[in-house]
């Protein structure tokens, strides 16, 4: 389909802030030993390298005790599933898949069914749109958290977007809705209620898992809930204050709610990611705040929200600075003007001096890592402006260790933006594994601490530097004048610019390996990775660039496969500010060059391109790899796949060559240990337009829970009265609910013979 300006495609670091050249530099030679098998990841390290920041014995014993299952368990022991183009779910002979949870299923009593025809209504009382990240909230018989339910949870539930062509969530509506503006306030009521999370109650019986759509503890968030909390370093700066919070303490609603987390002491966090793009600026917008060096300008701009970043609608030309920015869904035009539509349009329209008459300033309340309880849909869910303002997918926390910080790693979604680590300045203690007010608990860990982003070395190294106030680089920046450390953390683009952070090739999930520490991230893809870029090179941690052939013509540049990156901390561990890294596989076709794009030997059972979600189970270790994907998908719909990896060093150096205009460029990298058919296999092919990403288990491994998003999201709106000519009649062509229309969902996998998933 075409679309004058695709908001998840934000592409805004323009910043010359360099990449990495590509001196050759000698590389201490190490080598990791995988001995295969759950819990029995080994670690052999030599030349110096230090310890690793957690390994040994006892966590191998961990792991095992975890899993409930002998140490030398078959893991990987399924059939590799084939790529696919059918509009199903393909998972290996022996498993079971059933959809459990799709939009529009009723989470509170009296709620009425699906209808799936573009009639229903009261979305604050039923799933969400395009399901995301998942986590897992154990519940006991006694209604109270529990470690150990394996048939009764919670679902912390991430409802990111909605399938649309221009502006119009066009399955939502009976005709496909309007696409030009105004918009009714009847299809945006419906839309902006879709947007945010849900806790939905699941339960097995008899083995068959089903949501209980009466629960108590059924709950949405949307991106109009009242009384979010501004919480951290930017609570009540005057970078927060909005007509809605005069003192600067609070926000209404969460928006694209992409990746997710679970904290140590039992909450969830859910990550604000292209919230940028819903909010809409006046023609003239530029010039009323003061013209481009004014801050908040240079602000909007860094962060996607500017009309030169935008398309004049039917044309290739790109808007001027005196035009409108046009929203994704047209949310600021119902002409009744209520507040709750007028606050999705920031322009400078109030007479005040600190923007307490106008949402000039609104955009600075999104673009966080969101904490809230799931058990407790009475406390406020709070966002946590200390850990950074950009495009938040998942928040993977290292191990957590008594007496020591704790860490929480991060990736930025866009072309070129980095990788980031929130350190805590409260160390860990034991007792708040299991804390009696739990948001509290995370008021105490991530209130307060520091803000690292990583930079990547040629030689196989890398650094975390610190986004503080007080660094020189930062305190004089040319750019951009930072007023406090609340405007470095909200700003964090801009300061992760100012000190020469690494520009990455669209960090998407990280999560860390249980046995070891190690911390994995996923980077998607980059078209703007080039051979002559002056801002983006390849260089050493985004080292591929290529052409890739779609439908038999198209071609696809930069990287558009991604890779899966992996570090691991030096002796301090979660408070390090050095580390050693390499990748533990680059996507490609496997018939791709293996000497310069299929680096990692993949075959055709292993073979995927954009890597976007990444979860590391407890049960199992197993780590769960699942695309995004529009490169391979002239061959295959997005997939799920299971790997054992070994560990950062288990590979070797490879270094690139390139002939660029100004001459040779050579680019050294580290390429991990190539996975081999044992260690990483394909489990699921999902239907066709649909994205998987979210993963969660019930603690025993012995079922998993998936979001399928976005199936069919390639149809045309005017197709909509058409369901022969929708790209997917997903699910219910499997036997889920009414209607033809796709919706995105969650399903659960069980194994037949009542084994662990992945076995
Ligand atoms: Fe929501 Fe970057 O994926
Ligand atoms: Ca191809
Ligand atoms: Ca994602
Ligand atoms: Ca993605």
Known sequence: MSKSNDFNDENSNTSANPTFDSVLQARLSRRGLMRGGVGTVGVSLLGGMGLAACGGGSDDDEVAA????????????????????????????GYTASVIYALGDPLKAGVAAYKNDGTDTDYENRAGDHHDGMEWFGLGSDNKPSATSTTRGLLAVNHEATTDETRSSFFLHADGGTTTLPRPAAEVDKETAIHGISVVEVKATNGKWATVPDSAFNFRLTSLSEDIQIRGEARGNALMVTKYSNDGTKTRGTLNNCGTGKTPWGTFLTGEENWAGYFARNAGDVAARGGDTD????????????????????TTTSKSSSDAFDSRHGWESVVSGDDKYARWNISKIGVSTDGSDDYRNELNTFGYIVELDAYDKTKAARKRTTLGRFAHESAAFGKPVVGQPLAVYMGDDSRGEYIYKFVSAKTWVAADANPTDRITTGDAYLDVGKLYVAKFGSDGKGTWIELSITNPLIANYADYHFADQADVLVNARLAADAVGATKMDRPEWCSTNIANGEVYFTLTNNSNRAINSATMPPDSANPRVYTDIKNGSSTQNGNPNGHVLRLKEDAAGNAAVSFTWDVYVFGAESSAAPGTVNLSNLTGDQDLSSPDGLVFS???????????????????????????????????????????????LTVDTYVGKAPGEDNLKRFLVGPKGSEITGLCETPDGKAIFVNIQHPGESTAQADIATPAKYQSQWPSNAGYGAGQRPRSATIVITKNDGGVIGS
């Open 66 to 93: 975890a899993s409930g299952a002998k140490a030398d368990a078959k893991l990987l022991g399924f059939t590799a599933v084939s790529k696919s183009l059918a509009d199903t779910v393909v998972i290996p002979t």
């Open 295 to 314: 801050k908040s300008n240079i602000s909007l701009r860094r962060y996607g929200n500017d009309p030169r970043a935008q398309r004049i609608p039917g």
């Open 618 to 664: 407890p049960a199992t270790g197993i780590m769960w790899i699942q695309t995004d994907d529009g490169a391979f998908t002239d061959v295959t719909n997005c997939m799920m796949l299971a790997a054992l990896p070994g560990t950062v060093g288990d590979g070797a150096k490879k270094t690139l060559t390139y002939a660029a205009t100004a001459g040779t």
